[in-house]
């Protein structure tokens, strides 16, 4: 089967645009379902109801996209003119859907009834690059031969995802009416940036009655007869290179998904411990590691989330590869590589971008093409840079890749020339940001809401700010980055990043301690007065060890109080505060990210019990969401007896550093500290919780080796035993706490 040309505009009839602003206001206040399903592959996803639909019409939280661009809005299946009833929903791996479906009450043509339950009805689903695959098994295990209608109908709205997110738009491109062409239902849409993007759906059998966007079949089964309707939508775009390709087929794409996650799982690390459930979340978190790589040349890089971030996202790529890379070093590595390949070149305010600057986030969406916004490659995160070196130095403490680093020392010396020259505003030692871009982001921090810095009584505090976490990724980057220069022989530059690293950690204490508070402010605004609430911001000082023991300890046991910490993991914000708001997005809720950067400082100070804590809620948490998996972030509302947590409306999942949480709180807790170098493997006072006997890992890569240890736990005291050290020579040191 040869791919599926976009139909000549000649033949196409244009009708007026869909967009309609009230429902686009609409969908700004509609919430995310908590049980959709959402299957992906790459910058290609799909987000259905539990029935397999895309529905309601137009609503934000569903849809078939791909680059940027929604190219279903609409699919309902009919029997009968009626809504199926849903038996069962679930997912394989994040790539396909299993739904089991039957009818409710319908009325045959030879006036009698149909009882509930007598059709069955499998629905399975599949993404595969630009493809989704929709297909139909209807039996009958009724005792008499049926008949029934079977009715899709669907809807193409090509909307951009900043639309879908809210952004209202004073005109659009060229829309034009369905065409039918034989077995192949066509909607087609020209872009104001001149792109032409067409929905492709090919039936079998082709249907029998068409009616605009309706399409329908006349089924007659006898008793346990099956009949199957099938369907395969294709994500066309002009000049995309998917446009030319054989179209696939359900089962060959089948094999081939399966068949790259086996691949990736092979080359990953196993996890596999004592408790099943647990289990289940390291297994879901692994399948979405695989399922948000976006190829980049030769290199993949990992995509925040869906469905709002299906793209390149410079901070959010960062930690998450970071945060796994007890999984799967090779994911830092090619992250590293791709993100170095978009490093700022210029001086450009549209874009928020300078030289050296790390990319922040890149769309290739129509309002992006046409310069409606600015996110074909926009650089407004001033944490993106600091954090790239802070990956490129721990990348190399679990792989000694010198290749890696001899290819990036360009990128490296950029980077830090950001820092000093464009980073620090106005010479005062610390790294702030200002937008400098009309529709950039206000806010570019990871906290990047248009309130996400406030002050006690509510105001906007004013950019330029200093963020005190951005300070702290300064000095881990500037520190690590000596030692690593040191080794390269480049003394001079290595003596200078440590003074400065030094001299930053001096100016940290003096300009962002809050006595009176005995806590650290979350910022400096452009007054340089203290943004002085309450927040989870200074923790990272304890990720980045920007801070001395006995105020690391200060920090830890002010987050573990109740204002701070929900009983499912800390907040954001201090319920105290008057600012805060457990329902906002970063005034008061719950991230995991968040929570796995603090314990990991935590166990870096080695405070084990609060980490283990946090641990421990936040696995509770993962099992009360679909498929174990933690969201992007959920509401900071304090846990009670028998409560589950409050989600958040629009919380993105599978979200990349979300589902990193659990890798990276492993990694704190067991006290794993790789020093591939020197060939050496520490393992520091490693600590399990309460509710795990052992936990075994297999097959994790440090170095050029591939590591093997069992983790058990009696009492109070955890034990670890090498297993198996295959490859190059490892010395693996096991330290315990006396």
Not at 585 to 593: D, K, Q, T
Not at 603 to 625: E, I, N, V
Not at 637 to 661: E, L
Request: charged content about 25%; proline content about 5%; overall charge neutral.
């Amino acid at each position: 089967m040869s791919a599926l040309p976009i139909v000549p505009e000649s033949e196409l009839v244009e009708i007026p645009c869909p967009h309609i602003e009230p429902r686009i206001a609409y969908q700004v206040s509609e919430p995310r379902k908590s049980n959709n399903l959402t299957l992906i592959d790459g910058k290609t996803f799909l987000s259905t109801s539990v029935a397999g639909d895309i529905s309601p019409p137009g609503a934000p939280d569903v849809g078939f996209f791909h680059d940027d661009t929604r190219f279903l809005s609409n699919i309902e299946l009919k029997v009968d003119g009626h809504r199926t009833v849903v038996l069962s929903s679930s997912t394989e791996k994040s790539y396909a859907s299993q739904i089991e479906l039957t009818t409710g009450n319908i009325t045959l043509r030879d006036s009698f009834d149909l009882p509930e339950n007598t059709i069955h009805i499998r629905r399975d689903q599949l993404v595969t690059k630009n493809v989704f695959f929709d297909h139909l098994v209807f039996e009958n295990f009724n005792l008499k031969p049926i008949k029934f209608r079977v009715e899709l109908i669907y809807g193409a709205d090509f909307v951009d995802v900043f639309q879908v997110r809210g952004v209202a738009r004073g005109s659009c491109g060229h829309f034009y009416s369905p065409v039918m062409k034989g077995d192949v239902l066509l909607f087609v849409y020209r872009g104001r940036d001149d792109i032409m993007r067409q929905t492709s759906i090919k039936f079998s059998p082709a249907p029998e009655q068409v009616d605009g966007t309706t399409v329908g079949w006349n089924v007659q089964l006898n008793p346990l007869e099956r009949v199957r309707i099938e369907t395969m939508v294709t994500a066309l775009v002009q000049d995309d290179p998917y446009a030319h390709h054989k179209a696939p087929d359900f089962n060959s794409s089948m094999r081939s998904r399966r068949h790259a996650v086996a691949l990736w799982e092979s080359a990953s690390t196993k996890i596999q411990s004592s408790n099943e459930a647990f289990d289940a979340v390291l297994n879901s978190a692994s399948g979405d590691f695989h399922a948000l790589q976006i190829p980049d040349g030769n290199q993949h890089v990992v995509a925040a989330g869906i469905p709002w971030f299906a793209t390149i996202f410079g901070r959010d790529s960062i930690i998450a590869a970071y945060q796994a890379l007890i999984l799967n070093p090779q994911l830092a590595d090619e992250t590293l590589r791709v993100l170095a390949r978009y490093q700022g070149n210029e001086v450009n305010d549209w874009r928020d971008e300078q030289p050296g600057k790390i990319i922040h986030e890149q769309r290739q969406g129509e309002m992006t093409r046409t310069g409606e916004m600015p996110f074909g490659a926009y650089y407004g995160s001033v944490d993106s840079t600091p954090l790239f070196l802070m990956l490129v130095s721990e990348a190399f403490n679990w792989t000694a890749d010198e290749k890696l680093i001899s290819d990036l020392l360009p990128n490296i010396h950029r980077a830090l020339s950001w820092i000093d020259i464009y980073g620090d505003l106005d010479g005062d030692g610390f790294v702030e940001f200002q937008r400098r871009s009309p529709k950039g982001l206000a806010n570019q921090g990871w906290k990047d809401s248009w309130d996400a810095n406030m002050f006690p009584d509510g105001t906007i505090a004013q950019s330029p700010i200093a963020l005190v976490e951005v300070q702290g990724y300064v000095y881990d980057a500037k520190y690590r980055l000596s030692k690593l220069l040191r080794s390269l022989g480049d003394t001079q530059t290595a003596d200078r990043l440590k003074r400065e690293a030094v001299e930053l950690a001096k100016q940290i204490e003096r300009s962002f301690w809050m006595q009176r508070q005995g806590f650290y402010a979350m910022g400096l605004d452009k007054d340089k007065k203290k943004i002085d609430v309450i927040s989870s911001n200074p923790g990272h000082l304890l990720f980045t060890r920007a801070v001395k023991t006995d105020r690391a300890r200060l920090v830890a046991n002010r987050l573990m109080q109740p204002d701070m910490h929900s009983g499912w993991g800390w907040r954001t914000l201090s319920k105290d505060e008057k600012v805060f708001n457990p329902l906002s997005y970063h005034r008061g809720s719950v991230w995991p990210h968040d929570n796995s950067l603090i314990a990991h400082g935590m166990a870096l100070y080695d405070f084990r019990k609060p980490a283990l804590h946090t641990l421990t809620t936040l696995f509770q948490a993962a099992q009360t969401f679909r498929d174990s998996r933690l969201p992007e972030l959920f509401c900071g509302i304090q846990r009670k007896d028998s409560d589950v947590p409050v989600h958040y409306p629009v919380s993105c999942s599978p979200q990349a550093w979300a589902s990193g949480t659990m890798f990276f709180m492993l990694t704190s807790v067991l006290g794993i500290r790789p020093s591939a170098p020197q060939r050496e493997l520490n393992i520091m006072n490693p600590t399990l919780p309460e509710w795990l006997d052992y936990l075994q890992i297999r097959n994790m890569r440090v170095g050029n080796s591939r590591v093997s240890l069992d983790f058990s736990r009696r009492g109070d005291r955890t034990f670890c035993n090498v297993v198996e050290v295959e490859g190059e020579k490892l010395l693996v040191n096991v330290a315990f706490k006396k």
